[in-house]
C-alpha cells in the first residue's frame, strides 16, 4: 500500500509562484513513478507530470512545460511540484498519484489540494 498526502496549494496572485509537496509512505516506493495532476471545475483531470521514483526520469505535458517542474527528495520520501508563472487558468484541485512501474494506471491518489489564481 502507499500513502500520499499533498500540501501546499492556497490563494496566489497571478504571475506567481507556489510549491506543491506530496509526501509518500509504503514499501515499494522505489518501484513506483510519481505524477502529479489536476481538475478544474468542470474539466476532466488532467495529468502534469511525472517522476520515476527510482532514477529520477521526468516528464511534463506540453501545457505546463517552462512553469512546471516535478522533482523528488528521497531522503523526505516526497515529490514536489514547482508552479511558476502561474495563471488564472492554473486554478483547480492538485493530486498526487502513484502507479507502478508495471501498470499503465495510477492506482494511488491523494486526497487533493486546492490552487486558485487570481487576475
Same mark, same amino acid.
Not at 500513502?3 to 506567481?16: F, K, P, T, W
Not at 516526497?78 to 484541485?93: C, G, R, W
Given at each position: 500500500q502507499v500513502?500520499?498526502?499533498?500540501?501546499? +496549494? +492556497? $490563494?496566489?496572485?497571478?504571475? +506567481?509562484s507556489l510549491r506543491l509537496s506530496c509526501a509518500a509512505s509504503g514499501d515499494i516506493l522505489s518501484n513506483l513513478?510519481?505524477?502529479?495532476?489536476? !481538475?478544474a471545475p468542470g474539466?476532466?483531470?488532467?495529468?502534469?507530470?511525472t517522476i520515476i521514483w527510482g532514477n +529520477?526520469?521526468?516528464y511534463n505535458a506540453d501545457p505546463v512545460k517552462g512553469r512546471f517542474t516535478i522533482s523528488r527528495d528521497n531522503a523526505k520520501n516526497?515529490?514536489? $511540484? !514547482?508552479?511558476?508563472? $502561474?495563471?488564472?487558468?492554473?486554478?483547480?484541485?492538485?493530486?498526487?498519484?502513484a502507479r507502478l512501474l508495471t501498470q499503465a494506471t495510477y492506482d494511488y491518489w491523494g486526497q487533493g489540494t486546492q490552487v486558485t489564481v487570481s487576475s
Open positions: 500513502q500520499l498526502v499533498e500540501s501546499g +496549494g +492556497g $490563494l496566489v496572485q497571478a504571475g +506567481g513513478a510519481m505524477g502529479w495532476f489536476r !481538475q474539466k476532466e483531470r488532467a495529468f502534469l507530470a +529520477g526520469r521526468t516526497t515529490i514536489y $511540484l !514547482q508552479m511558476n508563472s $502561474l495563471k488564472p487558468e492554473d486554478t483547480a484541485v492538485y493530486y498526487c498519484a
